[in-house]
């Protein structure tokens, strides 16, 4: 368990630390791409003014006030830092913007010409684009090799690293714990911090799933060492609360299943008992007895191997039944058909619903006949020679209706007389039987989708209700 706790944990650290360098590289890109894009734009936009300022431009035959007064009503309208110089190369005028950065000696700057039509030309000046580090060294007056390269770099236009990014990106990346560094390192230093944040986070979560699978671990142990009524959480809505549910419902089948085998042996065993105990009896007394006596014995030793096989088999198909194993390949059965011949087998009254011609259930045949046959034995070993086979469909269901006039079944014990080896207070040994009739009755019913029960007989006797969905049609 530990060892898949440490899996999902460095499975996910390495996952994340994948995600997070692969973001990193994409990021750069991205921003080189952006620098490009953001030089390409200045470049054009340098340009475009120039050819504005060409047009709006008085003549080169006006007067050097003119072309001065020109340039600098067009120089604040552009706020350009641009100066105009004569054919020979002289200044004529300059904005006062360009006048600014022309003296501004800390910060490097970049310079394009561009020729006009008449000889004239137009001297673009504006700041070099710098990384943050190097720019801030440049504001507090330092002097550092990389500010010197710019500098020197920044003669001629298109040299350098561009034009200089607008406030707001110097202040993208100086975050307050980071200080003023280049865009890369702040990039890989806030990935590293994230990336130990998550980590930090998954552990409790990891550690808590992993905590939870080894609870169910040591309960599957604590049930597998004979604690069957051991039980493990189950709260929550994720895969692990439902494997611990469908653990505490096989558990719960399980002991269920168990316990009733351990019942049906304890009480199989002691229905064992009597029969052996009287066929022990009879075989003692076979050598001494005469040719009467020995008819009577040899006729009750039959009586008890009778027994015993009927005890033997209930007690096996009983068994089966509990052990829930799927049921054999169902089967239409016809009620009314099966329901005629057990009648007249037992030499019980029958009588199906007015108007009802056929009625027909899924299940195994052989099951659905022991069931009935059951019901219809009982009624004639404790109800006396009046047995009533009814038939019936109430609203999809199929009912089979057994009734006797016999001394009927308290009230109290309607429920438990279908218990494995429960009998009636009375009811000796003698009337036959064995307690197992009516208890695979109703695992029968169960195992059909249907259900028994017992109910008082208007005038006296018990009526037993076998109830099955019907087939359609």
């Given at each position: 368990m530990k060892s898949l706790y440490l899996r999902i944990y460095l499975t996910l650290v390495v996952l994340l630390l994948a995600f997070a360098f692969g973001s990193a590289w994409l990021f750069q890109?991205?921003?080189?791409?952006?620098?490009?894009?953001?030089?390409?734009?200045?470049?054009?936009?340098?340009?475009?003014?120039?050819?504005?300022?060409?047009?709006?431009?008085?003549?080169a035959e006006a007067s050097r006030e003119q072309q001065a007064a020109a340039l600098e009503d067009w120089g604040q309208r552009l706020r350009m830092a641009v100066a105009l110089m004569d054919a020979k190369g002289q200044r004529i005028a300059a904005t006062e913007l360009f006048r600014r950065?022309?003296?501004?000696?800390?910060?490097?700057?970049?310079?394009?010409?561009?020729?006009?039509?008449?000889?004239?030309?137009l001297l673009l000046l504006r700041p070099r684009r710098l990384?943050?580090?190097?720019?801030?060294?440049?504001?507090?007056?330092?002097?550092?090799?990389?500010?010197?390269?710019?500098?020197?770099?920044?003669?001629?236009?298109?040299?350098?690293?561009?034009?200089?990014?607008?406030?707001?990106?110097?202040?993208?990346?100086?975050?307050?714990?980071?200080?003023?560094?280049?865009?890369?390192?702040?990039?890989?230093?806030?990935?590293?911090?994230?990336?130990?944040?998550?980590?930090?986070?998954?552990?409790?979560v990891v550690r808590r799933l992993t905590r939870r699978l080894e609870a169910l671990k040591q309960g599957v142990e604590q049930f597998g060492a004979g604690e069957l009524a051991h039980r493990v959480d189950d709260q929550g809505t994720d895969e692990v609360a439902a494997l611990a549910s469908s653990f505490n419902r096989a558990a719960a089948q399980l002991e269920t299943l168990l316990r009733s085998q351990q019942t049906l042996l304890a009480n199989a065993s002691h229905e064992l008992r009597s029969p052996l105990a009287r066929l022990k009896m009879a075989f003692s007394m076979l050598d001494e007895a005469g040719p009467a006596q020995r008819a009577k014995l040899a006729s009750e030793i039959h009586t008890n191997i009778a027994e015993l096989d009927a005890l033997v088999e209930e007690v096996l198909l009983a068994s089966r039944l509990d052990s829930g194993l799927p049921r054999d390949a169902s089967e239409t059965v016809d009620l009314m058909g099966l329901a005629a011949e057990e009648a007249?087998?037992?030499?019980?009254?029958?009588?199906?619903?007015?108007?009802?011609?056929?009625?027909?259930?899924?299940?195994?045949?052989?099951?659905?006949?022991?069931?009935?046959?059951?019901?219809?034995?009982?009624?004639?070993?404790?109800?006396?020679?009046?047995?009533?086979?009814?038939?019936?469909?109430?609203?999809?269901?199929?009912?089979?209706?057994?009734?006797?006039?016999?001394?009927?079944?308290?009230?109290?014990?309607?429920?438990?007389?279908?218990?494995?080896?429960?009998?009636?207070?009375?009811?000796?040994?003698?009337?036959?039987?064995?307690?197992?009739?009516?208890?695979?009755?109703?695992?029968?019913?169960?195992?059909?989708?249907?259900?028994?029960?017992c109910e008082g007989r208007q005038g006296g006797g018990s009526v037993f209700v076998l109830s099955l969905p019907a087939l359609p049609g």
């Open positions: 890109r991205h921003i080189e791409q952006e620098r490009g894009s953001v030089e390409v734009t200045a470049n054009d936009r340098a340009l475009a003014m120039a050819e504005l300022l060409q047009l709006a431009l008085p003549s950065r022309e003296s501004d000696d800390s910060m490097p700057m970049l310079s394009q010409q561009v020729a006009l039509r008449d000889g004239r030309s990384p943050p580090a190097v720019l801030a060294q440049a504001r507090e007056g330092r002097e550092t090799r990389e500010l010197r390269e710019a500098r020197e770099g920044g003669r001629e236009f298109g040299e350098g690293r561009g034009i200089l990014a607008p406030p707001r990106d110097e202040v993208l990346w100086r975050l307050p714990f980071l200080g003023p560094r280049p865009n890369g390192q702040a990039l890989v230093i806030l990935l590293v911090l994230l990336f130990f944040g998550v980590a930090l986070g998954a552990y409790p007249a087998r037992v030499g019980a009254d029958f009588e199906p619903a007015e108007g009802l011609s056929s009625l027909k259930v899924s299940g195994e045949d052989r099951l659905l006949r022991r069931a009935l046959r059951n019901l219809l034995e009982n009624a004639r070993r404790y109800g006396g020679s009046e047995v009533l086979l009814g038939l019936a469909c109430l609203e999809g269901v199929a009912e089979l209706r057994v009734s006797d006039r016999g001394p009927g079944v308290p009230e109290a014990m309607r429920e438990r007389i279908f218990e494995a080896f429960f009998r009636l207070p009375g009811h000796a040994e003698q009337a036959g039987g064995v307690g197992l009739g009516l208890s695979l009755v109703k695992q029968i019913a169960q195992r059909h989708g249907g259900q028994v029960r």
